[in-house]
């Protein structure tokens, strides 16, 4: 999503490019950052990342969804540093909500402020 719609729509490796898919991954990456850091006072409670569940929306004969995750992780790494490393699976699937070409699913854990 990039303001309220989404950017980029389709599958990777009919409607997409390994490249296109890497932006929608980006905005994703971002969108849960901005999610995170309002639920962790700003990161503060943040303790990291745990696991990155990438579902790509893909042609049949597109195999890459590891690829187009790499776009994630490295947003992740960069803007989290050591909070930022995760465990990360990719899943082809024929369709996802909206026509999106990516979904993420981020697990992560917290400390108390007690």
């Given amino acids: 999503m990039l303001d309220d719609d989404l950017f980029f729509l389709g ?3 009919a409607e ?7 932006e929608a991954t980006a905005i994703a990456a971002k969108n849960v950052l901005a999610q995170i ?10 303790d990291g990342l745990l696991r ?3 579902y790509v929306a893909s042609a049949a004969d597109f195999f890459n969804q590891p690829t ?3 776009a994630a992780s490295e947003i992740f790494s960069e ?3 050591e909070k930022g490393h995760h465990a ?3 899943f082809s699937v024929s369709q996802l909500s909206m026509d999106s070409p990516v979904e993420l699913c981020v697990s992560f854990t917290t400390r108390s402020c007690l």
Wanted: charged share 30%; aromatic share 4%.
């Fill in 11 to 13: 599958k990777v490796g």
């Fill in 16 to 22: 997409l490019t390994v490249e296109q898919a890497q």
């Fill in 79 to 81: 803007c989290l540093g």
């Fill in 52 to 54: 990155l569940d990438g």
């Fill in 37 to 46: 850091r309002d639920v962790t006072e700003n990161f503060k409670t943040l």
């Fill in 68 to 70: 187009v995750l790499d």
């Fill in 88 to 90: 990360r699976a990719a």
